[in-house]
């Protein structure tokens, strides 16, 4: 069965390029990532949107350190009554300290 998801690349002049793929990928300069799966099939009530996933798209053969280590919270911020910012982030603590913090997709400022 085919998605009835269509998904396209959009050039610098406008230009919609048809793209033929199971998952969209963006990767931040922090390293961190953000994927949408592009299949949705008919019969899945979640069909009237996209899914996105902090990280990558879990997969059936990853242990659970594994998808521990390649998935991510989002974030999600409205921005306007049609914009959101979708953003990546992780809670990681100090297990000297017990101090968490959260690493995000922003670099580390050079000093």
Not at 4 to 11: E, G, R
Not at 35 to 46: G, H, I, K, Q, V
Request: hydrophobic share 35%; net charge negative; glycine share 8%.
């Amino acid at each position: 069965m085919t998605s009835p998801l269509k998904a396209y690349l959009i050039d610098a002049d406008g230009a919609r390029i048809p793209l033929h793929a199971h998952a969209i990928r963006v990767e931040f300069d922090s390293g961190m990532s953000i994927e949408m799966s592009l299949d949705a099939r008919c019969d899945d009530p979640l069909r009237n949107g996209v899914l996105i996933w902090g990280g990558a798209v879990p997969q059936p053969t990853w242990t659970d350190d594994a998808c521990e280590a390649l998935t991510l919270q989002l974030g999600v911020r409205p921005l306007g009554g049609n914009v959101i910012n979708v953003y990546p982030y992780r809670f990681e603590s100090d297990p000297a300290t017990g101090e968490v913090r959260v690493e995000t997709t922003s670099k580390p400022e050079d000093d």
